[in-house]
């Protein structure tokens, strides 16, 4: 078996099960090549650990196992695919719908990568289709394995005693990490049939089509499922969903208290799905966008509404799309005066590396200061970052500073974070990366 030694004094992370070596803790290598399983010993030659091993990842290692007598093989990876189904079969229990629309979970996480002990490996479910995501050099060289362990899964059933089974698998390593491990990018059907282009989820009663082929990530953002049900409560009204992406969060407000929705976001595709989704779920809706304060016609909209949106929920929900950059748009309305009762940004990851943290501090506090200052009084924000590098702790400083910025004050009414489905290993809080607030300007 290939080794790799750590420097002395490297070992404690791994002691407290920590699944990352980075190329510094390493004093020498004895006969490893990129891809090999390797066992990790420390400077004292006691073994730690069994590792993927790339020479050219700064993540230099990332853990297979603690345990001395598990080998990396077949029925290695099975295990750790039930043992997170699971989690997901207690959440399936736990978060389907309920009352006479009851709706099962058939959109979710399924393996979350590292903090689910398979490092580099990412699983959803979108109904009977599992996509899959290879992101490191350890992961794609036992791809066959994790796939064969897929297709023999029972899925979440539809009804209790049915025994159901993936109709296909669908791979979507089409993500820049690849390339820090030396690996191109890959799609394309692993097993079964191949997805059809749009897939029909539902969650909380509202259906939602996914393009699990050409959409971001997976198709959809399944960890923000529990925050668009807590959010909720405050998107009424004149609601702006900027990063719109497919509507999630305006289709929410929309449908359930018939807000008045601005969906914002740069990809016209996206949108365009997002019109199909707000279709879906919306009943007689209308296209809108609020007035200018001159009465002008307003950049993209087509219509201007002929009323609120009531606490009760007696008024027609209307919807308008605009395809634009968010900043610019952000700084367009504010200049043209435009308010909105509530504001949801949810911004791709600005952070891609330590080097570029700070410049991406200041993009999340000039975003966020365009839409405090756009918030009616008492309006809300709900915000968001997916960026790693961003904690909890940093990103609550970043939306202070915005509000000193903005000249609000504000409160913080809720602190959000990923779905039950994306746990985060106590062992491994790098998984913890979505953070989110809703804040109450005054």
């Given at each position: 078996?290939?080794?790799?030694?750590?420097?002395?004094?490297?070992?404690?992370?791994l002691?407290?099960h920590?699944?990352?070596?980075?190329?510094?803790?390493?004093?020498?290598?004895?006969?490893?090549?990129?891809?090999?399983?390797?066992?990790?010993?420390?400077?004292?030659?006691?073994?730690?650990?069994?590792?993927?091993?790339?020479?050219?990842?700064?993540?230099?290692?990332?853990?297979?196992?603690?345990?001395?007598?598990?080998?990396?093989?077949?029925?290695?990876?099975?295990?750790?695919?039930?043992?997170?189904?699971?989690?997901?079969?207690?959440?399936a229990?736990?978060?389907?719908?309920?009352?006479a629309?009851?709706?099962?979970?058939?959109?979710?996480?399924?393996?979350?990568?590292?903090?689910?002990?398979?490092?580099?490996?990412?699983?959803?479910?979108?109904?009977?289709?599992?996509?899959?995501?290879?992101?490191?050099?350890?992961?794609e060289?036992?791809?066959?394995?994790?796939?064969?362990?897929?297709?023999?899964?029972?899925?979440?059933?539809?009804?209790?005693?049915?025994?159901?089974?993936?109709?296909?698998?669908?791979?979507?390593?089409?993500?820049?990490?690849?390339?820090?491990?030396?690996?191109?990018?890959?799609?394309?059907?692993?097993?079964?049939?191949?997805?059809?282009?749009?897939?029909?989820?539902?969650?909380?009663?509202l259906?939602?089509?996914?393009?699990?082929?050409?959409?971001?990530?997976?198709?959809?953002?399944?960890?923000?499922?529990?925050?668009?049900?807590?959010?909720?409560?405050?998107?009424?009204?004149?609601?702006?969903?900027?990063?719109?992406?497919?509507?999630?969060?305006?289709?929410?407000?929309?449908?359930?208290?018939?807000?008045?929705?601005?969906?914002?976001?740069?990809?016209?595709?996206?949108?365009?799905?997002?019109?199909e989704?707000?279709?879906l779920?919306?009943?007689?809706?209308?296209?809108?966008?609020?007035?200018?304060?001159?009465?002008?016609?307003?950049?993209?909209?087509?219509?201007?509404?002929?009323?609120?949106?009531?606490?009760?929920?007696d008024?027609?929900?209307?919807?308008?799309?605009?395809?634009?950059?968010?900043?610019?748009?952000?700084?367009?309305?504010?200049?043209?005066?435009?308010?909105?009762?509530?504001i949801?940004?949810?911004?791709?990851?600005?952070?891609?590396s330590?080097?570029?943290?700070?410049?991406?501090?200041?993009?999340?506090?000039?975003?966020?200061?365009?839409?405090?200052?756009?918030?009616?009084?008492?309006?809300?924000?709900?915000?968001?970052?997916?960026?790693?590098?961003?904690?909890?702790?940093?990103?609550?400083?970043?939306?202070?500073?915005?509000?000193?910025?903005?000249?609000?004050?504000?409160?913080?009414?809720?602190?959000?974070?990923?779905?039950?489905?994306?746990?985060?290993?106590?062992?491994?809080?790098?998984?913890?990366?979505?953070k989110?607030?809703?804040?109450?300007?005054?």
């Amino acid at each position: 078996m290939p080794k790799i030694f750590l420097k002395r004094g490297k070992e404690k992370p791994l002691r407290h099960h920590h699944p990352w070596i980075f190329s510094g803790a390493i004093a020498r290598v004895e006969n490893a090549n990129d891809g090999d399983t390797v066992d990790v010993y420390d400077a004292a030659g006691q073994w730690l650990a069994r590792a993927a091993y790339n020479a050219r990842s700064q993540i230099v290692a990332r853990v297979w196992t603690f345990e001395r007598d598990e080998p990396i093989d077949r029925a290695f990876f099975r295990n750790r695919i039930v043992g997170a189904k699971h989690l997901q079969t207690r959440l399936a229990e736990a978060l389907t719908d309920v009352g006479a629309n009851a709706s099962p979970l058939r959109a979710y996480r399924l393996v979350n990568a590292e903090s689910d002990f398979l490092p580099g490996v990412v699983i959803d479910q979108y109904d009977d289709f599992l996509v899959a995501q290879f992101l490191t050099l350890g992961a794609e060289l036992h791809k066959q394995e994790i796939v064969d362990a897929l297709a023999t899964l029972s899925l979440n059933p539809l009804s209790p005693g049915e025994e159901k089974r993936a109709r296909g698998i669908y791979e979507r390593s089409d993500v820049d990490v690849r390339k820090k491990e030396g690996l191109k990018p890959a799609t394309g059907v692993l097993w079964g049939e191949a997805p059809p282009d749009k897939i029909e989820i539902v969650e909380n009663d509202l259906h939602f089509w996914v393009d699990v082929k050409r959409g971001h990530k997976t198709g959809f953002y399944l960890d923000q499922r529990v925050n668009r049900e807590r959010a909720l409560p405050y998107l009424r009204g004149e609601v702006l969903n900027a990063f719109a992406y497919t509507g999630a969060f305006g289709v929410y407000a929309a449908a359930k208290n018939n807000a008045h929705v601005v969906n914002l976001d740069a990809s016209a595709a996206a949108l365009e799905l997002a019109r199909e989704n707000f279709a879906l779920n919306v009943r007689n809706e209308r296209r809108f966008v609020p007035a200018a304060p001159n009465g002008d016609a307003t950049p993209n909209g087509d219509a201007t509404a002929d009323g609120d949106a009531t606490p009760n929920g007696d008024a027609t929900a209307s919807v308008a799309y605009v395809v634009a950059d968010a900043f610019e748009t952000l700084r367009e309305y504010r200049a043209q005066g435009r308010t909105f009762d509530a504001i949801v940004l949810d911004p791709p990851k600005f952070v891609a590396s330590r080097g570029n943290l700070e410049r991406a501090t200041r993009g999340y506090k000039d975003l966020n200061m365009l839409a405090l200052q756009l918030l009616s009084p008492n309006g809300f924000l709900v915000t968001f970052s997916c960026s790693g590098l961003v904690d909890a702790k940093l990103f609550q400083q970043i939306i202070f500073g915005a509000a000193v910025d903005a000249k609000r004050d504000a409160q913080i009414v809720e602190k959000l974070g990923q779905s039950p489905d994306h746990p985060v290993g106590l062992h491994f809080p790098e998984g913890e990366y979505l953070k989110g607030l809703i804040v109450r300007a005054l």
